[in-house]
């Protein structure tokens, strides 16, 4: 099986890792010529507790010149896994998707299907809207990872992944999606096909939705948002506002969530959550995905969103070039 991963950060690299040490043809499409050099050279180190385990060969092209170069039209692939934070997607990325796919169609001219990890929403509209012929898939991770330097990951947790068609659909399982099940957990990934995988992405939205944006502005790790008295009310208000926003937009509830996002601040409670870590990089976070995003399904609604626009505009002022 060849799989192409479109972006080398955190969970690109943790996933291509994993997959090709299990005997998977990777390719790591990255950003920069650079990176991909050092992957090329080096592959990926992967650390897994506290030890560096194992250092992984993996092919490596910068996305712009393996679309640039015609002869990659041979080199067909079963799966494109697009693993670039939100901000990223943009007109430009689209468009170079939208040749990659063409370029990776398979021998018998099926469309290579698109996995897409992005946190928030929004995300899976663009893609279809660019691409209407290709069959789309939602993925939501659990895995902890984070990105150590341009060619080190490091597995911070286990957790599973659940892919689901997208939108939506009752589709008997293709031998396509076996196969890449089957892949997967010969990898030691734990993974689902859903076909509720709607139902999850707004369920991780309400989570990153809470502790994403109050973990930056406070300037704290996951486990220390909720220990403050002060800030735990902020979390709760806010959570309160973004459930009843998503269960108008059709999350259907699971159980206390309240609870849930508790349960998570103490799983992770040393992880710092990725937009603390990407306003302390200066790097563009997934607030406008996150928080925006609920503020948009608010409006679509005619409902209130106070406390998700009071976070979207404080993470602007602290980090304006965020
Ligand atoms: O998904 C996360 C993130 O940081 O984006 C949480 C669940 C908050 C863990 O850090």
């Given at each position: 099986m060849k799989i192409i991963i479109v972006g080398a950060g955190a969970l690109g690299l943790l996933y291509g890792a994993r997959l090709a040490r299990a005997g998977v043809d990777i390719l790591m499409l990255t950003y920069s010529d650079n990176q991909a050099e050092q992957l090329n050279k080096e592959g990926i180190a992967l650390i897994e507790g506290e030890n560096l385990v194992s250092r992984i060969p993996v092919k490596a092209a910068s996305l712009r010149s393996y679309i640039a170069d015609a002869g990659q039209a041979q080199e067909k692939c079963d799966w494109i896994w697009l693993a670039v934070k939100q901000a990223h997607l943009d007109e430009s990325m689209l468009a170079q998707l939208a040749v990659l796919v063409k370029q990776a169609k398979t021998s018998n001219a099926e469309e290579t299907p698109i996995v897409a990890l992005q946190n928030g929403i929004g995300h899976m509209d663009k893609l279809r809207a660019a691409m209407p012929q290709v069959p789309l898939y939602a993925a939501v991770t659990t895995e902890g990872a984070l990105?150590?330097?341009?060619n080190t990951v490091h597995h911070t947790g286990s957790g599973s992944i659940m892919l689901g068609i997208w939108p939506r659909s009752d589709e008997i399982t293709s031998n396509r999606q076996n196969l890449l099940l089957k892949t997967m957990e010969g990898a030691g990934i734990e993974a689902y096909l859903s076909n509720e995988v709607e139902n999850r992405v707004f369920h991780k939205l309400l989570i990153n939705a809470v502790i994403n944006p109050l973990t930056a502005i406070f300037d704290v790790r996951n486990g220390d948002l909720p220990l403050d008295p002060q800030r735990k009310r902020l979390m709760e208000t806010l959570h309160t506002e973004s459930e009843q926003i998503l269960l108008a937009a059709g999350m259907v509830s699971e159980g206390d969530s309240w609870q849930r996002v508790l349960q998570i601040c103490e799983a992770t409670a040393r992880n710092e959550s990725s937009m603390l870590r990407d306003v302390q990089a200066s790097r563009v976070t997934e607030v406008d995905w996150i928080n925006g995003g609920i503020v948009s399904l608010a409006r679509k609604l005619g409902k209130p969103a106070p406390m998700n626009e009071a976070v979207l505009t404080m993470i602007k002022a602290l980090h304006p070039n965020t």
């Open positions: 990105r150590v330097d341009s």
